[in-house]
């Protein structure tokens, strides 16, 4: 018979090869979903935007969120904004602060989608705080960040609408939405 047609059959070690390796992935991805909380603080943060969003109430007149990046959470005191608000005879129900390290339009843009809009409910006034370029379409996309953290994968169809992107990018977005493993390599890594 020739050696070109007979059936390729797995050596006894590969599928136990394989399926370790599987096993090593997976069991990594459960510790990651586990105790990705404690890998940072932004990490932690970008955890509690579900919750942070739950609080504003469809509405709400008098409802504010501070959203932006690190230069918004840096430079925006929301206990003394809620104070001066208050001493100038405005109450405010609901102010919270959502401000993920890094991000930029394409992560602002999610978040609002995924966490305001598909439930009806937007905060009163939004204070979007940003430099540069980040407010720019233009920005650069993180795939790795906005697959794992801010977007959906049907938010992946808009961002193409309006940007180009390559099918690695595409891989890199739908892996990191898929395995925390792939999206926290960098911050395990350092």
């Not at 090593?24 to 932004?42: F, H, K, P």
């Not at 840096?74 to 904004?81: D, E, F, Q």
């Not at 401000?99 to 999610?110: E, F, G, H, L, R």
Request: charged letters at 20%; glycine letters at 4%; a negative charge.
């Amino acid at each position: 018979m020739d050696p070109i047609s007979q059936p390729i059959r797995p050596r006894p070690g590969e599928l136990l090869t394989v399926v370790a390796v599987l096993a090593v992935i997976l069991l990594s991805d459960v510790i990651l979903r586990i105790a990705e909380d404690r890998l940072s603080g932004n990490i932690a943060h970008i955890n509690e935007i579900d919750e942070l969003s739950a609080e504003y109430q469809a509405n709400d007149p008098d409802s504010i969120l501070f959203m932006g990046n690190s230069l918004t959470n840096n430079g925006v005191n929301a206990s003394i904004a809620r104070d001066l608000l208050r001493d100038n005879g405005n109450a405010v129900t609901t102010m919270n602060k959502i401000v993920p390290d890094a991000t930029t339009i394409w992560s602002w843009a999610c978040i609002t989608d995924n966490q305001f809009l598909d439930r009806n409910v937007l905060p009163k006034t939004v204070v979007l705080g940003f430099g540069w370029n980040q407010l720019s379409d233009q920005s650069r996309i993180l795939p790795t960040r906005l697959g794992a953290f801010f977007c959906s994968t049907k938010d992946l169809l808009t961002i193409r609408e309006h940007k180009p992107l390559t099918s690695t990018e595409i891989g890199e977005f739908l892996t990191a939405r898929t395995l925390r493993t792939y999206a926290h390599r960098e911050t395990v890594r350092n």
